[in-house]
């Protein structure tokens, strides 16, 4: 394995050494949410915080991971492909943000899935509505 890094530009070597780690810490953590493990012991960079809206926290564990692994892997894919390396990192920089945005979408659309949308009864007290029946004059139209 050192043989490998060994060769290679420091810049693309400091991509791999972000990108391994955080590849992996990425499956052990996916792993460990999908086994119910710690989905609530988000560790957040900034304390003081509520944790009851822990997903959507700027600087969190979890956000750091998305960026590195943004980071980290468009510099490897893209290293020999794109000549100037100060426009590489800035990219890698960018498609880092672009993955925690992504983060925040899908969560926020998974989020979405626990609406309560059920029709409440008491709600609908007193209130004005659009009849398409036909209400007998003896009924009050309960």
Do not use: C
Not at 77 to 106: A, P, Q
């Amino acid at each position: 394995m050192t043989e490998f890094f060994e060769g290679l530009d420091p810049l693309l070597k400091t991509y791999w050494y972000i990108a391994l780690p955080t590849s992996i810490f990425f499956l052990l953590q996916t792993i460990m949410t999908f086994m119910g493990v710690g989905g609530d012991a988000e560790l957040d960079i900034v304390e003081g915080h509520d944790s009851g809206d822990a997903p959507f926290e700027l600087f969190s564990l979890r956000n750091l991971i998305n960026f590195l692994l943004g980071f980290s892997w468009t510099g490897i894919s893209l290293y020999n492909t794109i000549e100037n390396k100060t426009f590489l990192i800035i990219l890698s920089v960018v498609i880092g943000v672009i993955f925690i945005g992504l983060f925040f979408f899908i969560i926020k659309q998974i989020l979405k899935l626990g609406e309560d949308n059920s029709f409440k009864f008491e709600q609908t007290i007193n209130q004005t509505a659009t009849v398409y029946l036909t209400i007998p004059e003896s009924k009050s139209g309960v």
